[in-house]
């Protein structure tokens, strides 16, 4: 059994920039992680614009939020499996295959992951010409035609990095206009290998061992085209990670099975706070993650302040 002032579950900018703050502040913080340290961010193609550094990579920021959560004497665990929980009490546990740690408060900072289509042709041809990470995978394709789904920032900016690889890109949206910011949408725009199909769905990616091209459905019409590609990229939001206090029933979900919190991050279960992707919350950028990891584990030192001024007062009077 391992003793910490607070678990923090996940390693993306939420969980490192709260380990950060709790650690300076002489808290033992460790921090879990059932996949990569950095989550979502890793998939970065460029980082233009967190405040104070210039562009760079997702995984060269990462790395320096680790380096910054190490130094300040957080334990970060990372790729490992979490096994069950138990929130409720005055202590709190999480074990893992491995360790079983306790702490008096937990921050959840898990983020999402990338939503998928749907489509059993798109579960057939993943890892085969279909892929969620531009920067993974993009110079797989090098002069290659290739498809980008989805509408906002993450697609648009994805798709005009792909065009440093790909041969064309093709941008297949639902809507007839798009939800990225206005300079987003005008680099899409402007770059002569980027071409549009508005208001439009695939129906089916085609290719039995390798992605060979698309049907699309052009809604309005009804009419459907098919167009060769042997890339396909799919940006079209992210799905919160709560699948661990969901199965335990121990914090308040909402309909999209995102934490419900309130301004300072708290749950609905005493002493357990929530950062990052997996909060109910309109905006999801590495800037606002990074805010809630701060506000989470200022609230949580409050917290355990609090609970130890408890516990002297209960002693005092014995």
């Known amino acids: 059994m391992k003793p910490y002032d607070a678990i923090i579950i996940g390693a993306g900018p939420a969980g490192l920039a709260a380990g950060m703050y709790m650690a300076r502040a002489r808290q033992r913080v460790v921090i879990l992680d059932q996949g990569t340290v950095g989550g979502q961010v890793l998939l970065t193609h460029a980082v233009a614009n967190y405040p104070g550094m210039p562009e760079l990579s997702g995984y060269e920021l990462v790395g320096t939020m680790r380096k910054q959560a190490e130094e300040f004497g957080c334990d970060i665990v990372s790729n490992t499996t979490i096994d069950q929980i138990d929130l409720r009490p005055e202590t709190k546990t999480v074990a893992t295959a491995k360790e079983t740690y306790q702490a008096g408060v937990v921050i959840l900072a898990m983020g999402g992951t990338p939503r998928s289509l749907g489509l059993p042709s798109e579960e057939r041809l993943k890892g085969r010409g279909i892929s969620y990470c531009a920067t993974c995978d993009g110079d797989f394709f090098t002069d290659h035609d290739i498809i980008v789904v989805g509408g906002g920032n993450s697609a648009l900016e994805e798709a005009v990095s792909l065009t ?27 770059n002569p290998k980027i071409s549009f199909m508005m208001e439009s769905v695939v129906e089916e990616f085609l290719g039995q061992d390798e992605l060979t091209g698309a049907r699309i459905r052009h809604t309005p019409t009804g009419e459907n085209t098919t167009i ?40 609905s279960v005493a002493g357990v706070y929530v950062a990052g992707d997996a909060r109910q919350k309109q905006y999801r950028q590495i800037t ?31």
Do not use: W
Request: hydrophobic share 45%; aromatic share 8%; glycine share 6%.
């Open 228 to 267: 060769d590609a042997t890339g396909a990229f799919i940006f079209i939001g992210y799905a919160p990670n709560t699948q661990l206090v969901d199965k335990a029933d121990c914090v308040i979900l909402n309909e999209r099975n995102e934490i419900v919190a309130d301004e300072s991050m708290a749950t």
């Open 288 to 318: 606002t993650a990074v805010g809630d990891g701060t506000v989470a584990a200022l609230a949580a030192m409050q917290y355990i302040t609090s609970a130890h001024n408890r516990a002297d007062t209960v002693a005092a009077t014995h």
């Open 164 to 190: 440093t690889y790909a041969r064309s890109v093709t941008i297949v949206h639902q809507f007839d206009h798009f939800q990225g910011y206005p300079h987003a949408i005008l680099e899409a725009e402007e």
